[in-house]
């Protein structure tokens, strides 16, 4: 799952021997994620700080065209980096015993929801329609495997959660 989200946020490229990584979390070993799942290393960073690190580092790769379209992506990035509770609370998600039940359980009920939607879609109707009626079932099983995740973790997601309302969603 760490592999996951290096890739999310920075492309990690491994480089030959001679070359360096570009990747802002090289070198990063199970000890600074385990550490790091109790206190945040980058909360002596000022949101700032972590910006001009975040801009430097997604300089030449997809990154850098995901910051330049969504500013407030960057500014929750900036800020979830730096929160003292949000980034190790959800790093310790991660580090739970009972993730890998958590993960078992979804795949399952994944495969079930979707054998499910085959299942009532049979072919009487259009294309159209079927086309459309599995891509609202399917949005309502992934959506509902969210909140089961969200519901599940809810303790140590509240402090993200908080941070995307405030730096991504403005009304």
Known sequence: MRLILLLIFFNISYAEDDQKSS?????????????MSKVNLFSRYSPEEMREILKEKSKGNFMENVFQKFPSFEDFLSHWFVSEDALPNFISIFKDKGYKDFMIKSLVIFIIGVILISLLLRKETRIFIRFFQ???LMSLLSLGLLFFFYFSYQLKLDPTVELIKEHMIKF
């Not at 990747?23 to 199970?30: I, R």
Request: charged share 25%.
């Open 23 to 35: 990747s802002f979390f090289s070198g990063m070993t199970d000890q600074y994620l385990e550490e």
């Open 134 to 136: 599995k891509t609202i």
